[in-house]
């Protein structure tokens, strides 16, 4: 098999050249094998195409940005193959992924399934702190604890050597690959977009699982227009490992009766063994396309726009908590000022181009620490580490300063960072 382009993903398929296409989605940090046991069933009546996440299962380490990237790479992948209209499930991020496509290409996707998924996972918080977790400790502490999200307890002490594979697909996972869908995630929200899936939806979720459980599955249900919810008994997060047999049949009942109502889904043939892809015709040059008459009006941005775009950057090195929190105690007095910050420091110096993130971290903590501003210490150092520093990096950072800023300076900031670098980086229990 040749090397898999930047722009598309690894993929396998199964079943009849000439039936419709069911494109298969993984959850983060499995693979394509975690729908083996429906592969049998499916594979009778549809074309079934799977693929890995990059870094996954041994596929080409090109990490993606964000959901949306996933999904085009998807999408070019397929339109190399010829497929214009398929059916669509996932699993989890797999999830999000059908989800983005009928959101921004609905005339792709017959019909959907989102297992295990949700509008928003979480918090953003919460996967920038497991990227944190990875950059500094490596992929043991998730594999360690994916059994309990990922199973219930009785089928985890029942089925050893099934948990022990899942955890290996944890362990073989590209560090790096498995951070940036963590930051894909994080970024991930579509809550406010629910209404505008129009494709044929089932919501399947495990009755325990407590990763995105029923009530997430229930948000999803509410908010796209008859979308059908199937909760699965005796499953957790990976209800399509857990229960096979029931996943398989909701997933049979729904995609048939959506075939059944959109003809156009046959697809022409698929290859029958993973091949190089061909990558989609580009687009026409720029020297082609006219581009309309841009007016100062239109292109300079409004102190409204800086200011969206300063929360949007400051949710994301920082932290919704510590947003969450500055705004709470904003009031009269100081709220003009908060503004201020948001929208100058915010919105228009972190969001320059100039410099990455990583810089600008490194910048900010040896200014930090050159005026004596150690209050804001704690809340940098933990957005260096959010913005891809290591603790390792983070001290040769401090031990800079000691030289051209003091020695008490740097041991008082060493104080704060190694606190907050202990809280941010200890794996889960």
Request: with cysteine; net charge negative; aromatic share 6%.
């Amino acid at each position: 098999m040749s090397e898999t382009p930047r722009n598309t993903l690894k993929y396998c398929v199964d079943g009849p050249e000439d039936a419709p296409v069911l494109v298969i989605g993984p959850s983060l940090g499995t693979t394509w094998h975690m729908w083996d046991r429906q592969i049998p069933e499916l594979s009778q009546h549809w074309r079934v195409f799977r693929y890995d996440l990059p870094g996954h299962g041994g596929a080409p380490a090109h990490a993606a940005a964000s959901v949306a990237d996933l999904a085009d790479r998807l999408l070019a992948t397929l339109d190399g193959l010829g497929i214009q209209r398929f059916g669509y499930a996932g699993c989890s991020i797999g999830g999000a992924i059908g989800a983005d496509l009928a959101l921004r290409h609905p005339h792709r996707v017959a019909s959907l399934a989102l297992v295990a998924s949700s509008p928003r996972f979480g918090t953003a918080d919460e996967f920038r702190q497991r990227g944190v977790i990875v950059r500094t400790n490596g992929l043991e502490p998730i594999a360690r604890t994916a059994p309990e999200r990922w199973f219930t307890p009785g089928f985890a002490a029942a089925q050893p050597a099934i948990v022990e594979w899942a955890v290996q697909m944890v362990r073989t996972t590209d560090p790096g690959c498995y951070i940036a869908a963590c930051e894909a995630l994080a970024a991930f929200d579509i809550r406010g977009a629910l209404g505008r899936i129009g494709a044929p939806t089932l919501v399947l979720v495990g009755a325990e699982d407590q990763v995105t459980g029923p009530a997430e599955a229930r948000t999803l249900v509410a908010g796209i227009p008859d979308a059908r919810l199937a909760l699965v008994p005796g499953a957790s997060h990976l209800a399509p490992v857990e229960q096979p047999a029931a996943v398989s049949d909701l997933l049979l009942m729904h995609f048939s009766s959506a075939w059944q109502q959109d003809t156009s889904a046959a697809i022409p043939v698929l290859p029958l063994v993973p091949g190089p892809v061909t990558p989609p015709a580009p687009f026409a040059p720029v020297a082609e396309i006219a581009p309309a008459a841009a007016t100062p009006e239109a292109s300079a941005p409004t102190p409204d726009d800086r200011h969206e775009q300063g929360t949007k950057v400051r949710r994301e090195v920082l932290g919704d908590a510590h947003v969450d929190a500055v705004n709470a105690s904003a009031d009269g007095f100081t709220e003009d000022f908060q503004e201020l910050v948001t929208r100058y420091a915010w919105g228009e110096v972190w969001s320059r181009d100039g410099l990455d993130r990583r810089t600008r971290s490194c910048i900010t903590l040896t200014a930090l620490v050159a005026s004596g501003h150690l209050e804001g210490l704690a809340a940098h150092t933990r957005a260096a580490l959010r913005n891809g520093l290591t603790p390792a990096e983070i001290k040769e950072v401090l031990l800079q300063t000691a030289v051209y800023c003091g020695l008490p300076a740097a041991g008082a900031a060493f104080a704060v960072a190694q606190k907050v670098i202990q809280e941010e980086t200890t794996p889960p229990a």
